[in-house]
């Protein structure tokens, strides 16, 4: 993985953690609605430095960050 720098601390943050800089949000967030107001977002990033993807989710029982490798 050649993932620079910014993204490898991207990784380590928690849902309120902000995206940094160099990452460009890509798309629309998708919307999932659940019961009982456990709907939840995700939004996919690409950083413009290493071109590594991410995808932020505000589902409590996922990563915050998601890195995805290639
Ligand atoms: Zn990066």
């Known amino acids: 993985m050649n993932s ?14 902000n995206a940094h800089e160099y990452l460009a949000a ?3 967030p998708r919307v999932f ?3 009982q107001g456990r709907g939840y977002r995700e939004q996919d990033y690409r950083c413009e430095v290493c071109r590594a993807k ?3 989710s505000s589902n ?7 890195l995805w490798e290639g």
Do not use: P, V, Y
């Open 33 to 35: 609605r659940g019961q």
């Open 4 to 17: 620079c720098g910014m993204c490898k601390e991207q990784a380590k943050k928690t849902h309120r953690g």
């Open 26 to 28: 890509m798309d629309e």
């Open 60 to 66: 409590r029982n996922d990563l915050a960050w998601t």
């Open 54 to 56: 991410f995808t932020w």
